[in-house]
Protein backbone atom coordinates (compact mmCIF):
# COMPACT_ATOMS: atom_id res chain seq x y z
CA UNK A 1 0.00 0.00 0.00
CA UNK A 2 1.13 3.44 -0.59
CA UNK A 3 1.25 6.39 1.36
CA UNK A 4 -1.27 8.19 -0.47
CA UNK A 5 -3.51 4.89 -0.64
CA UNK A 6 -2.59 4.64 3.02
CA UNK A 7 -4.28 8.33 3.80
CA UNK A 8 -7.09 8.13 1.75
CA UNK A 9 -7.84 5.15 3.27
CA UNK A 10 -7.72 6.08 6.82
CA UNK A 11 -9.58 9.48 6.08
CA UNK A 12 -11.92 7.69 4.72
CA UNK A 13 -12.61 5.37 7.71
CA UNK A 14 -12.34 8.15 10.50
CA UNK A 15 -15.43 9.86 8.41
CA UNK A 16 -17.79 6.97 8.62
CA UNK A 17 -16.56 6.70 12.37
CA UNK A 18 -17.07 9.87 13.41
CA UNK A 19 -20.70 10.21 13.20
CA UNK A 20 -22.05 7.09 14.62
CA UNK A 21 -21.25 3.66 16.80
CA UNK A 22 -20.12 0.59 14.63
CA UNK A 23 -20.95 -2.62 16.01
CA UNK A 24 -17.73 -5.38 15.76
CA UNK A 25 -18.82 -7.21 12.93
CA UNK A 26 -18.98 -3.65 10.93
CA UNK A 27 -15.75 -2.44 12.53
CA UNK A 28 -14.06 -6.24 11.13
CA UNK A 29 -15.73 -5.67 7.85
CA UNK A 30 -14.43 -1.99 7.41
CA UNK A 31 -10.83 -3.12 8.64
CA UNK A 32 -10.79 -6.01 5.84
CA UNK A 33 -11.74 -3.62 3.01
CA UNK A 34 -9.20 -2.92 0.25
CA UNK A 35 -8.88 0.72 -0.44
CA UNK A 36 -9.48 1.08 -4.32
CA UNK A 37 -6.54 1.89 -6.94
CA UNK A 38 -4.28 -1.66 -5.17
CA UNK A 39 -1.75 -2.88 -7.62
CA UNK A 40 -1.14 -6.48 -8.42
CA UNK A 41 2.58 -5.38 -7.53
CA UNK A 42 1.90 -4.34 -4.13
CA UNK A 43 -1.12 -6.91 -3.23
CA UNK A 44 1.71 -10.05 -4.48
CA UNK A 45 4.68 -8.40 -2.73
CA UNK A 46 2.74 -7.59 0.47
CA UNK A 47 -0.13 -10.03 0.71
CA UNK A 48 -0.08 -13.34 -1.22
CA UNK A 49 3.73 -14.34 -1.83
CA UNK A 50 4.40 -14.17 2.15
CA UNK A 51 1.59 -16.58 2.74
CA UNK A 52 2.89 -19.31 0.19
CA UNK A 53 6.23 -18.89 1.77
CA UNK A 54 5.44 -22.51 3.33
CA UNK A 55 4.59 -24.05 0.30
CA UNK A 56 6.68 -26.71 -1.22
CA UNK A 57 7.47 -25.11 -4.88
CA UNK A 58 6.82 -21.88 -3.36
CA UNK A 59 10.92 -20.99 -3.70
CA UNK A 60 10.09 -20.62 -7.53
CA UNK A 61 7.72 -18.16 -7.47
CA UNK A 62 9.33 -15.00 -6.58
CA UNK A 63 11.58 -15.31 -9.19
CA UNK A 64 8.51 -16.37 -11.61
CA UNK A 65 6.86 -13.34 -10.29
CA UNK A 66 9.72 -10.99 -10.94
CA UNK A 67 10.86 -12.04 -13.94
CA UNK A 68 7.51 -12.68 -16.23
CA UNK A 69 4.54 -11.83 -14.10
CA UNK A 70 4.64 -9.02 -12.21
CA UNK A 71 6.38 -6.55 -15.43
CA UNK A 72 3.24 -7.29 -17.22
CA UNK A 73 1.00 -7.19 -14.78
CA UNK A 74 2.16 -5.61 -11.80
CA UNK A 75 1.11 -1.76 -12.82
CA UNK A 76 -3.05 -3.22 -13.22
CA UNK A 77 -5.48 -2.81 -10.40
CA UNK A 78 -5.91 -5.77 -8.47
CA UNK A 79 -9.64 -5.71 -8.33
CA UNK A 80 -10.85 -4.48 -11.77
CA UNK A 81 -8.07 -6.14 -14.32
CA UNK A 82 -9.19 -7.52 -17.06
CA UNK A 83 -8.19 -10.68 -19.27
CA UNK A 84 -6.32 -8.78 -22.08
CA UNK A 85 -3.15 -8.39 -19.78
CA UNK A 86 -3.27 -11.84 -19.52
CA UNK A 87 -3.35 -12.50 -23.20
CA UNK A 88 0.07 -10.19 -23.17
CA UNK A 89 1.11 -12.99 -20.64
CA UNK A 90 0.42 -15.65 -22.47
CA UNK A 91 2.13 -14.67 -25.46
CA UNK A 92 5.59 -13.37 -23.75
CA UNK A 93 5.54 -17.03 -22.36
CA UNK A 94 5.23 -18.41 -25.73
CA UNK A 95 7.92 -15.95 -27.48
CA UNK A 96 10.17 -16.95 -24.68
CA UNK A 97 9.71 -20.69 -24.87
CA UNK A 98 10.25 -20.57 -28.92
CA UNK A 99 13.54 -18.83 -28.24
CA UNK A 100 16.40 -21.13 -28.71
CA UNK A 101 19.19 -18.87 -26.82
CA UNK A 102 17.21 -19.37 -23.79
CA UNK A 103 16.78 -22.03 -21.63
CA UNK A 104 12.98 -21.46 -20.74
CA UNK A 105 10.45 -24.20 -22.07
CA UNK A 106 6.98 -24.88 -22.42
CA UNK A 107 7.41 -26.69 -19.69
CA UNK A 108 8.32 -23.43 -17.27
CA UNK A 109 5.52 -21.64 -19.22
CA UNK A 110 2.98 -23.82 -18.26
CA UNK A 111 4.14 -23.90 -15.16
CA UNK A 112 4.26 -19.87 -14.66
CA UNK A 113 0.78 -20.03 -16.15
CA UNK A 114 -0.81 -22.32 -14.20
CA UNK A 115 0.70 -19.80 -11.16
CA UNK A 116 -1.30 -16.88 -12.39
CA UNK A 117 -4.61 -18.90 -13.22
CA UNK A 118 -4.11 -20.41 -9.54
CA UNK A 119 -3.50 -16.59 -8.70
CA UNK A 120 -6.62 -15.36 -10.67
CA UNK A 121 -8.53 -18.45 -8.37
CA UNK A 122 -8.08 -17.55 -5.36
CA UNK A 123 -8.97 -13.41 -6.05
CA UNK A 124 -12.78 -14.50 -6.82
CA UNK A 125 -12.82 -17.98 -4.48
CA UNK A 126 -10.17 -17.97 -1.61
CA UNK A 127 -11.81 -18.74 1.55
CA UNK A 128 -9.67 -16.14 3.05
CA UNK A 129 -11.67 -12.46 2.84
CA UNK A 130 -8.28 -10.84 2.30
CA UNK A 131 -7.44 -12.54 -0.96
CA UNK A 132 -11.04 -12.60 -2.05
CA UNK A 133 -11.31 -9.23 -3.66
CA UNK A 134 -12.97 -10.25 -7.06
CA UNK A 135 -16.34 -11.64 -8.36
CA UNK A 136 -15.12 -13.01 -11.56
CA UNK A 137 -12.16 -14.58 -12.63
CA UNK A 138 -10.25 -12.81 -16.00
CA UNK A 139 -7.73 -16.01 -16.65
CA UNK A 140 -10.66 -18.11 -17.25
CA UNK A 141 -11.01 -16.30 -21.13
CA UNK A 142 -7.56 -16.84 -21.74
CA UNK A 143 -5.96 -19.78 -23.27
CA UNK A 144 -3.06 -20.74 -22.08
CA UNK A 145 0.50 -21.20 -23.26
CA UNK A 146 1.75 -23.58 -26.14
CA UNK A 147 2.16 -27.11 -25.12
CA UNK A 148 4.60 -28.78 -26.38
CA UNK A 149 5.74 -32.45 -26.06
CA UNK A 150 6.35 -34.49 -23.14
CA UNK A 151 9.77 -35.49 -22.62
CA UNK A 152 10.19 -38.96 -21.58
CA UNK A 153 11.58 -40.04 -18.35
CA UNK A 154 13.67 -43.42 -17.67
CA UNK A 155 13.89 -45.83 -14.92
CA UNK A 156 16.33 -48.56 -13.34
CA UNK A 157 15.68 -51.61 -14.44
CA UNK A 158 15.82 -54.34 -11.16
CA UNK A 159 19.33 -55.78 -12.39
CA UNK A 160 20.40 -52.20 -12.88
CA UNK A 161 19.75 -51.20 -9.56
CA UNK A 162 20.81 -54.46 -7.97
CA UNK A 163 24.46 -54.02 -9.47
CA UNK A 164 24.40 -49.86 -8.81
CA UNK A 165 23.87 -50.64 -4.96
CA UNK A 166 25.88 -53.40 -4.64
CA UNK A 167 29.46 -52.36 -6.95
CA UNK A 168 32.31 -51.27 -4.17
CA UNK A 169 32.43 -47.93 -5.92
CA UNK A 170 29.48 -46.44 -5.35
CA UNK A 171 29.24 -44.64 -1.90
CA UNK A 172 27.87 -46.57 0.66
CA UNK A 173 24.79 -43.52 1.22
CA UNK A 174 24.19 -43.03 -2.23
CA UNK A 175 23.71 -47.04 -2.40
CA UNK A 176 21.26 -46.10 0.47
CA UNK A 177 19.28 -43.72 -0.34
CA UNK A 178 18.92 -45.50 -4.01
CA UNK A 179 17.33 -48.22 -2.37
CA UNK A 180 14.83 -45.72 0.06
CA UNK A 181 13.81 -43.90 -2.57
CA UNK A 182 13.02 -47.13 -4.90
CA UNK A 183 11.45 -49.33 -2.11
CA UNK A 184 9.81 -46.47 -0.26
CA UNK A 185 8.21 -45.35 -3.71
CA UNK A 186 8.88 -41.49 -2.11
CA UNK A 187 10.49 -38.33 -3.72
CA UNK A 188 14.31 -37.24 -2.62
CA UNK A 189 13.32 -34.98 -0.49
CA UNK A 190 10.46 -37.00 1.22
CA UNK A 191 13.38 -39.78 1.79
CA UNK A 192 15.79 -36.76 3.08
CA UNK A 193 12.90 -36.22 5.76
CA UNK A 194 12.31 -39.60 7.11
CA UNK A 195 12.84 -39.57 11.33
CA UNK A 196 13.77 -42.62 13.36
CA UNK A 197 10.62 -43.07 15.67
CA UNK A 198 8.82 -40.55 13.74
CA UNK A 199 8.62 -41.88 10.29
CA UNK A 200 9.99 -45.45 10.63
CA UNK A 201 8.81 -48.01 12.64
CA UNK A 202 10.87 -51.59 12.36
CA UNK A 203 9.22 -52.94 15.59
CA UNK A 204 6.07 -52.85 13.26
CA UNK A 205 7.51 -52.83 9.89
CA UNK A 206 5.41 -49.49 8.62
CA UNK A 207 7.03 -46.32 7.35
CA UNK A 208 5.03 -42.78 7.60
CA UNK A 209 5.82 -40.12 4.87
CA UNK A 210 4.03 -36.60 5.89
CA UNK A 211 7.24 -34.29 5.28
CA UNK A 212 9.92 -33.30 2.90
CA UNK A 213 13.03 -31.42 2.84
CA UNK A 214 13.25 -28.63 0.95
CA UNK A 215 15.48 -29.00 -2.27
CA UNK A 216 16.33 -25.10 -2.28
CA UNK A 217 17.81 -24.51 1.06
CA UNK A 218 17.52 -28.32 2.95
CA UNK A 219 14.69 -26.81 5.40
CA UNK A 220 12.80 -29.51 6.90
CA UNK A 221 9.21 -28.43 6.42
CA UNK A 222 6.31 -30.74 7.83
CA UNK A 223 4.23 -31.39 4.52
CA UNK A 224 5.40 -33.55 1.26
CA UNK A 225 4.47 -32.11 -2.04
CA UNK A 226 0.86 -32.46 -1.93
CA UNK A 227 0.09 -32.50 1.59
CA UNK A 228 -0.69 -35.86 1.77
CA UNK A 229 0.20 -38.69 4.49
CA UNK A 230 1.19 -41.84 3.45
CA UNK A 231 1.66 -45.07 5.76
CA UNK A 232 2.30 -48.84 4.42
CA UNK A 233 4.50 -51.56 5.23
CA UNK A 234 7.59 -51.49 4.27
CA UNK A 235 8.83 -53.99 2.02
CA UNK A 236 10.76 -56.80 3.52
CA UNK A 237 13.44 -56.21 0.51
CA UNK A 238 14.58 -53.56 2.44
CA UNK A 239 14.40 -53.85 6.16
CA UNK A 240 18.28 -55.79 6.54
CA UNK A 241 19.31 -51.86 5.35
CA UNK A 242 17.43 -49.95 7.73
CA UNK A 243 17.70 -52.67 10.57
CA UNK A 244 21.72 -51.67 10.00
CA UNK A 245 21.40 -48.37 9.78
CA UNK A 246 19.21 -48.13 12.60
CA UNK A 247 22.48 -49.80 14.96
CA UNK A 248 24.63 -47.35 12.91
CA UNK A 249 22.95 -44.13 14.16
CA UNK A 250 21.38 -45.35 17.80
CA UNK A 251 17.79 -45.14 16.15
CA UNK A 252 17.83 -41.53 16.63
CA UNK A 253 17.98 -38.62 14.05
CA UNK A 254 17.31 -38.51 10.69
CA UNK A 255 18.31 -41.26 8.38
CA UNK A 256 19.82 -39.35 5.73
CA UNK A 257 22.06 -36.20 6.30
CA UNK A 258 19.99 -33.41 4.33
CA UNK A 259 23.03 -32.52 1.55
CA UNK A 260 20.91 -32.40 -1.88
CA UNK A 261 21.42 -35.88 -3.61
CA UNK A 262 22.20 -34.54 -7.11
CA UNK A 263 22.11 -36.08 -10.53
CA UNK A 264 25.28 -35.90 -11.65
CA UNK A 265 26.26 -37.93 -8.37
CA UNK A 266 23.92 -40.92 -9.53
CA UNK A 267 25.00 -40.68 -13.19
CA UNK A 268 28.82 -40.89 -12.83
CA UNK A 269 27.88 -43.87 -10.25
CA UNK A 270 26.21 -45.75 -12.79
CA UNK A 271 29.16 -45.26 -14.98
CA UNK A 272 31.62 -46.54 -12.61
CA UNK A 273 29.45 -49.64 -11.99
CA UNK A 274 29.15 -50.11 -15.43
CA UNK A 275 25.68 -49.38 -16.09
CA UNK A 276 26.33 -46.66 -19.56
CA UNK A 277 22.42 -47.40 -21.27
CA UNK A 278 22.29 -44.43 -23.48
CA UNK A 279 18.93 -43.05 -22.22
CA UNK A 280 20.21 -43.06 -18.93
CA UNK A 281 23.01 -40.61 -19.77
CA UNK A 282 21.91 -37.95 -22.39
CA UNK A 283 19.12 -35.61 -22.88
CA UNK A 284 17.43 -34.89 -26.17
CA UNK A 285 14.38 -32.96 -27.21
CA UNK A 286 12.34 -35.75 -26.24
CA UNK A 287 13.75 -37.75 -23.61
CA UNK A 288 15.80 -36.80 -20.04
CA UNK A 289 18.43 -38.15 -18.49
CA UNK A 290 17.91 -40.05 -15.33
CA UNK A 291 17.14 -38.06 -12.00
CA UNK A 292 17.05 -38.88 -8.57
CA UNK A 293 13.35 -38.23 -9.00
CA UNK A 294 13.20 -40.96 -11.08
CA UNK A 295 14.54 -43.13 -8.99
CA UNK A 296 10.81 -43.24 -6.94
CA UNK A 297 9.17 -43.66 -10.39
CA UNK A 298 11.19 -46.61 -10.73
CA UNK A 299 9.95 -48.50 -7.39
CA UNK A 300 6.32 -47.28 -8.60
CA UNK A 301 6.92 -49.21 -11.60
CA UNK A 302 8.41 -52.64 -9.46
CA UNK A 303 4.71 -52.03 -8.07
CA UNK A 304 3.28 -53.13 -11.42
CA UNK A 305 5.73 -55.76 -12.47
CA UNK A 306 4.99 -56.98 -9.62
CA UNK A 307 1.08 -57.47 -9.85
CA UNK A 308 0.20 -55.48 -7.38
CA UNK A 309 -3.15 -53.71 -7.75
CA UNK A 310 -3.36 -50.09 -9.30
CA UNK A 311 -5.23 -48.80 -6.02
CA UNK A 312 -2.92 -50.21 -3.75
CA UNK A 313 0.25 -48.54 -6.01
CA UNK A 314 -1.84 -45.04 -5.95
CA UNK A 315 -1.93 -45.30 -2.44
CA UNK A 316 2.46 -46.06 -2.22
CA UNK A 317 2.71 -43.41 -4.90
CA UNK A 318 0.59 -40.90 -3.24
CA UNK A 319 -0.68 -39.11 -6.85
CA UNK A 320 -3.37 -36.93 -6.72
CA UNK A 321 -4.42 -37.99 -10.09
CA UNK A 322 -4.85 -41.57 -10.97
CA UNK A 323 -4.01 -40.65 -14.38
CA UNK A 324 -0.14 -40.18 -13.31
CA UNK A 325 -0.39 -43.91 -11.77
CA UNK A 326 -1.58 -44.96 -14.71
CA UNK A 327 1.60 -43.90 -16.75
CA UNK A 328 3.76 -46.18 -14.34
CA UNK A 329 1.52 -49.31 -14.07
CA UNK A 330 1.06 -49.26 -17.93
CA UNK A 331 5.14 -49.06 -18.29
CA UNK A 332 5.31 -51.54 -15.85
CA UNK A 333 3.14 -53.99 -17.85
CA UNK A 334 5.54 -53.56 -20.91
CA UNK A 335 8.44 -54.23 -19.09
CA UNK A 336 10.16 -57.73 -20.45
CA UNK A 337 11.42 -60.00 -18.55
CA UNK A 338 15.19 -59.76 -18.84
CA UNK A 339 14.90 -56.33 -16.80
CA UNK A 340 15.42 -58.40 -13.72
CA UNK A 341 13.07 -59.24 -11.04
CA UNK A 342 11.52 -56.86 -8.76
CA UNK A 343 11.70 -56.59 -4.81
CA UNK A 344 14.82 -59.15 -5.42
CA UNK A 345 16.51 -59.36 -1.96
CA UNK A 346 19.49 -56.63 -1.74
CA UNK A 347 23.45 -56.72 -2.02
CA UNK A 348 24.56 -57.34 1.74
CA UNK A 349 26.88 -54.14 2.13
CA UNK A 350 24.13 -52.49 2.41
CA UNK A 351 23.02 -54.21 5.88
CA UNK A 352 23.19 -57.66 7.07
CA UNK A 353 19.99 -59.41 7.84
CA UNK A 354 22.23 -61.01 11.15
CA UNK A 355 20.84 -58.28 13.21
CA UNK A 356 17.22 -59.26 12.69
CA UNK A 357 16.72 -59.83 16.26
CA UNK A 358 17.60 -55.82 17.48
CA UNK A 359 14.09 -53.95 18.02
CA UNK A 360 13.76 -50.12 17.34
CA UNK A 361 14.09 -48.62 21.03
CA UNK A 362 11.34 -46.71 21.89
CA UNK A 363 11.90 -42.64 20.48
CA UNK A 364 10.41 -39.19 20.61
CA UNK A 365 8.09 -38.71 18.02
CA UNK A 366 8.62 -34.93 18.03
CA UNK A 367 9.51 -33.71 14.83
CA UNK A 368 14.00 -33.44 14.68
CA UNK A 369 15.72 -30.71 12.62
CA UNK A 370 19.24 -31.79 12.98
CA UNK A 371 20.74 -34.90 11.43
CA UNK A 372 21.69 -38.06 13.67
CA UNK A 373 23.63 -37.34 16.58
CA UNK A 374 27.35 -38.10 15.96
CA UNK A 375 27.23 -38.31 12.61
CA UNK A 376 27.96 -35.16 10.82
CA UNK A 377 28.91 -35.62 7.05
CA UNK A 378 31.50 -33.50 6.11
CA UNK A 379 31.51 -34.49 2.47
CA UNK A 380 28.85 -35.29 -0.02
CA UNK A 381 27.70 -39.24 0.32
CA UNK A 382 30.74 -38.88 2.81
CA UNK A 383 29.28 -42.22 5.61
CA UNK A 384 30.23 -44.81 7.26
CA UNK A 385 30.03 -48.27 7.05
CA UNK A 386 29.75 -51.18 9.67
CA UNK A 387 32.36 -53.77 10.26
CA UNK A 388 30.01 -56.75 10.56
CA UNK A 389 32.67 -59.40 11.38
CA UNK A 390 32.84 -57.33 14.06
CA UNK A 391 29.43 -55.72 14.85
CA UNK A 392 28.33 -59.82 14.51
CA UNK A 393 31.55 -60.87 17.24
CA UNK A 394 30.10 -57.98 19.47
CA UNK A 395 26.74 -59.75 19.75
CA UNK A 396 27.57 -62.95 19.52
CA UNK A 397 29.49 -62.32 22.58
CA UNK A 398 26.20 -60.74 24.23
CA UNK A 399 27.87 -57.23 24.00
CA UNK A 400 24.91 -54.52 22.15
CA UNK A 401 28.28 -52.42 21.21
CA UNK A 402 31.92 -52.09 20.34
CA UNK A 403 33.59 -51.08 23.59
CA UNK A 404 35.91 -48.78 21.38
CA UNK A 405 32.68 -46.69 20.76
CA UNK A 406 31.84 -45.19 16.84
CA UNK A 407 35.15 -44.33 15.83
CA UNK A 408 36.21 -48.38 16.66
CA UNK A 409 33.53 -49.85 14.07
CA UNK A 410 33.22 -47.03 11.34
CA UNK A 411 34.90 -46.19 8.59
CA UNK A 412 35.12 -44.09 5.53
CA UNK A 413 36.13 -40.57 4.56
CA UNK A 414 33.97 -37.43 5.98
CA UNK A 415 32.47 -38.60 9.11
CA UNK A 416 33.38 -37.65 12.34
CA UNK A 417 32.07 -40.15 15.05
CA UNK A 418 31.00 -38.00 18.83
CA UNK A 419 29.23 -40.40 20.29
CA UNK A 420 30.24 -42.67 22.69
CA UNK A 421 28.41 -45.86 22.03
CA UNK A 422 26.96 -47.77 25.01
CA UNK A 423 28.82 -50.18 26.63
Given at each position: ?????????????SN????????????????????????????????????????????????????????????E??????????R????????R????????T???????????????????????????????N???A?Q????????A??????????????????????????A??V?????????????W?????????M??I????????????????T????????????M??????????????????R?????????????A??????E?????????A????????S???Y????????????????H??????????????????????????????LG????????QP????????????????????????????????????????????????L?????????????
Amino acid sequence: MTAREAKRFAQGLSNELRSRTLTEDEYQRLIQQRPLGRTVRDFVEHIYLPRRADFAAAHYEPTWWRLHILPILGDEDIATFSAEPLRKLVNHLDQRAADPNTKFTEKTAANIWGLVRKFCSELQRSKDPELRLRDDNPALAVQGPNHGNDKAKHWLYPRELGTLVGHTDTPLELARFAAGCVYLFARPGEVLGLEWGHSIDLKHQMVRIDRAVSERDGTLRPHTKTGDVREFEIPDVLMPMLRAMQIEQDGTGLLFNREKKRPQYLRAALLAAGIDRHELHHSTDRSLAIRMHDLRASGITYLAMAGYSDDDIRERAGHADFNTTLLYIRRGKRASRFVGQPFAPLPSRLGDDNVRDIVQPLADSAFSFAPAVGLEPTTPFAVAGARWRTRRADLAGGRHANRRGAAGFLRGSGLRASRRARA
